[in-house]
Nanobody
Framework: VQLQASGGGLVQAGGSLRLSCAAS????????AGWFRQVPGKEREFVAA????????YYADSVKGRFTISRDNARITVYLQMNSPKPEDTAVYYC?????????????????WGQGTLVTVSS
């Protein structure tokens, strides 16, 4: 499956931004999907994940209550709604897809990755 992330940009702290991840190539509705982020010089960090059914959703503690992951299997797209972002949310955000039914909060569960989209949150 191929993934294309978009929607990044500059946003003020306290504002909102929505990232999109469009999938192609296979039946994306059978895949779990996740968002991860990385700051230069730091390790990749889990942000949010959603099971292929959409029933199981996981968030990193740092974004819980502010970010929302969702998916539209008809449009084969996964979204990350970022509300009240903080400067520490500044990073390159990556979407990923996995056939795993297990620990989808682990980056190692994901064989398919998009190219990343930069989010910069100004204070």
């Amino acid at each position: 499956v191929q993934l294309q992330a978009s929607g990044g940009g500059l946003v003020q702290a306290g504002g909102s931004l929505r990232l999109s991840c469009a999938a192609s190539g296979r039946t994306f509705s059978n895949y779990a999907a996740g968002w991860f982020r990385q700051v230069p010089g730091k390790e990749r960090e889990f942000v949010a994940a959603i099971s292929w059914t959409g029933r199981n959703i996981y968030y990193a503690d740092s974004v819980k209550g502010r970010f929302t992951i969702s998916r539209d299997n008809a449009r084969i797209t996964v979204y990350l709604q970022m509300n009240s972002p903080k400067p520490e949310d500044t990073a390159v955000y990556y979407c990923a897809a996995s056939e795993s039914y297990g620990s989808i909060w682990y980056g190692n569960e994901y064989p398919y990755w998009g190219q990343g989209t930069l989010v910069t949150v100004s204070s």
